[in-house]
């Protein structure tokens, strides 16, 4: 089983919509949680953290979900430059290593 | 805003041949990694650094890679004897004490 699992997508919507991703993870003693973005042949780059209270950052809101081991992401009110792949990022329990999923692909069009 | 770099950003190298990839991390941060990204494939982690040791390491860092942060402000990844799989995006990260890795614009190998 993958430490990491997103859906590959592509998501292709609107400007100004809502999409949610969703992330699970397998290792139950993980402890820290993130969501990148990464631009195509660029590096990823730190969006928000995920703390188990939920968080919000703008248009962003992070939630998890310890139980179901799962974390999501949403995106309102879309813009052209959200369009990227976004990374669910898990730490391992050692807190030494970090997994990345293999991200999923937002397309927002005009 | 503090940074982290790396150079070159590309390394053209034939088969066989030694590398070393330089990252300069953010400078108060006290945690080192690399990771590798092959074309169209998910960031893979190698190896993360502290304390002048190795902290962690994943199966891909066999005895071809070693790393070294050889004066106060240098870290970096030695791949020996490279393959043509070794070719791929190569990322240093760093963090502070806190959990948040920042990473560096990468160095795209191409092993020929």
């Known amino acids: 089983r993958k430490e990491v699992e997103q859906d590959p997508g592509p998501f292709n919507v609107p400007e100004g919509a809502t999409v949610a991703f969703n992330c699970t993870y397998s290792n139950s003693a993980s402890q820290s949680f993130f969501w990148y973005r990464q631009d195509c042949r660029k590096e990823p780059k730190l969006l928000m953290s995920?703390?188990?209270s939920g968080n919000e950052d703008g248009r962003f809101t992070a939630q998890l979900n310890r139980a179901s081991q799962y974390i999501s992401l949403l995106i309102r009110d879309s813009k052209l430059s959200d369009s990227a792949t976004y990374l669910c990022?898990?730490?391992?329990?050692?807190?030494?290593?970090?997994?990345f999923g293999s991200g999923t692909k937002l397309n927002v069009k005009p | 805003e503090p940074e982290v770099t790396q150079t070159p950003s590309h390394q053209v190298t034939q088969m066989g041949q030694e590398v070393i990839l330089r990252c300069v991390p953010i400078?108060?941060?006290?945690?080192f990694y690399w990771y590798r990204q092959i074309l169209g494939q998910k960031v893979e982690f190698l190896v993360s650094?502290?304390?002048?040791?190795?902290?962690?390491k994943s199966e891909i860092f066999d005895d071809q890679f070693s790393v070294e942060r050889p004066d106060g402000s240098n870290f970096t990844l030695k791949i020996r004897s490279t393959k043509l799989e070794d070719s791929a995006m190569y990322f240093c990260?760093?963090?502070?004490?806190?959990?948040?890795?920042?990473f560096g614009p990468g160095t795209r190998l191409t092993v020929t």
């Open positions: 995920v703390y188990s």
């Open positions: 990022v898990v730490n391992s329990p050692s807190f030494n290593k970090f997994y």
């Open positions: 990260a760093s963090k502070a004490s806190g959990y948040e890795q920042y």
């Open positions: 400078s108060n941060h006290l945690y």
């Open positions: 650094f502290y304390n002048n040791e190795i902290s962690e």
